[in-house]
């Protein structure tokens, strides 16, 4: 039979590493069941909350020498960034409503907030002329992705929600109780009990603190991964508890709209004891091969893995739990600022810091999530994704926060377009008389513009909505009207190979925009058309 795991690469592992720190739990320290802790949080469908996510890189200013005072300035901006999410409501997994802060660098703050159902998000952004509005009915999701919407047309029995989350919570025991109980303790780990203000009211609760630097974090993924080595009944076991799972739940795979790969019967079809098997032997070689990986690292990579899993890294992590082994309130910390700054070569850095903070109340509770409500005033998010950069500038008061930060910082009303020489597709072209032409609809459709052609005059109409200019061309001619103004060009309007071109240099100062050839090296050279609107 096929084998469905293979060998993970050094990047996965790493990965890997991160993943299993963040969600560390422990075995039963000081009377406090922190296995139960965590299957409970996985299971909490409704709460209100307050949550913060900060990275903070920390920039080698030295080795951007040359880089102009605007770049600098923007790389600063964004190498503090903080998202405050305040008057969380999760109502279930589909009803949530917030308010936010995006928090750039000390000065620039954009207000936002979410209201989300089922069926519809709608987003408000401080500037915003007006909402965002996305359907997330799965025939228009698959539109926006580019899916054929024929793909949603089956229709497919729907699951009861109830029915569903009770299956959600097998899976969690059944998974939780060997992924989860196979945790080791970290080295460093202390529980106390303290009075923490959550929503403003004094809670008692008790405070678990875990501090790991570089060093201890690989020990104890070794020693985690060794440990589910070690538990092969528990892996058999937890397999065998999914796979009964979801053989007595046939309408999963009906809603999935696939076929029950656990369903017996059928001609040549392995039975259920085979596939239960290959399973179970499937996950158990992928973590036996996870293992040699993390040998193998040592011993190929030691050099690395020790600059990375040193004490220069370290993991800070408070959870605060009540008495009905529900998180309360949870702050993590990693940081890693390396004793010698090696050379990157791009986006030097001395190191970075991401910080996780978040308080939670009324949890699995009656919440009521704020109802998203959409106009048509309202600009949905599929035509926004697909707007030019000037179009989206539009969409902001030119006097916001978020206006400036978009235009003036991130520059998302520039424009580029490049042609290689040599390129076979469209090319630019350089005539005898050393005037560089380019494809005129390539270019139009490019920039945003539409063109259009006249029967009656024969003529080709240019509008570009950036810079509301009309220019209209003949074929042959070397006249041109620009904004009804007669203009000549250097060069007429040509067709080569089906494909209209017009004068570059023209074309750009019709459009205020540049032009130039660059030499890339003895053999390759490009052309550029650059503007911001």
Known sequence: MRRFFARPSKLIVLLLVFTL???????????????????????????????????????????????????????????SLKLQFDNVKMQDS?????????????????????????????MELEGAKHPFVLDLTSESLLGLTGMPIEAAATEVPAIDEEALTALGHDMIDTIGTYVIQNLPNPDRIQVKSVNEAINGSSTSLMQVHIDLNGTEIWAWVKKYVDALIADRAGL?????????????????????????????????????????????????????????????????????????????????????????????????????????????????????????????????????????????????????????????????DEKSTIYDLLKNKLHIGKQN?????????????????????????????????????DKKTKGLKVFDDATKTTITVKLGSDIAFVNGKKVKWSFPVTVIDGVTYVPARNFASALKAKIGWEKLDDDLKIFTFDREV
């Not at 969600?23 to 039963?28: I, L, P, R, T």
């Not at 796979?243 to 709209?257: R, T, V």
């Not at 050393?434 to 513009?449: A, H, K, M, S, Y």
Request: aromatic residues 8%; hydrophobic residues 40%.
């Open 236 to 396: 058999d076991q937890m397999v065998a508890g999914v796979f009964e799972i979801l053989k007595s739940n046939p309408d999963l795979w009906a809603a999935f709209g696939t076929v029950n790969p656990l369903e017996e019967g059928g001609l040549d079809a392995p039975k259920y004891e085979e596939v239960l098997k290959e399973a179970t032997d499937g996950f158990a070689l992928l973590l036996t091969e996870l293992q040699g990986e993390l040998k193998r690292l040592e011993e190929e990579d030691k050099e690395t893995l020790d600059q990375i899993f040193s004490k220069d890294l370290t993991i800070k992590a408070d959870v605060y739990v009540d008495n009905k082994l529900d998180i309360r309130k949870q702050a993590y910390e990693l940081s890693y600022v390396p004793t010698e700054v090696p050379e990157y070569g791009i986006l030097p850095l001395k190191g970075l810091t991401i910080k996780v903070e978040s308080e939670s109340w009324n949890v699995n509770g009656e919440v009521k999530a704020e109802a998203p409500i959409a106009s048509k005033s309202d600009i949905p998010a599929d035509k926004l994704f697909g707007m030019q950069g000037y179009q989206v500038l539009k969409q902001f």
């Open 94 to 122: 589909s009803h949530v409503s917030f308010d936010g802060s995006l928090i750039l660098g000390d000065t620039t703050s954009i207000k936002f907030s979410l209201k989300m159902s089922d069926t519809l998000a709608v």
């Open 21 to 79: 720190v963040f969600v560390a739990g422990c075995q039963s320290i000081s009377n406090l069941d922190f296995n139960t802790v965590l299957k409970n949080s996985l299971k909490v469908e409704s709460s209100e909350s307050k949550q913060s996510v900060e990275l903070k890189l920390l920039l080698d200013e030295a080795a951007y020498d040359g880089l102009s005072k605007e770049d600098l300035a923007l790389m600063k901006l964004v190498s």
């Open 417 to 453: 377009i490049t042609w290689y020489s040599g390129q076979s597709y469209n090319p630019a072209i350089v005539t005898a008389s050393n005037i560089t032409i380019i494809p005129l609809r390539d270019t139009v459709e490019q920039l945003g513009g539409v063109i259009t052609y």
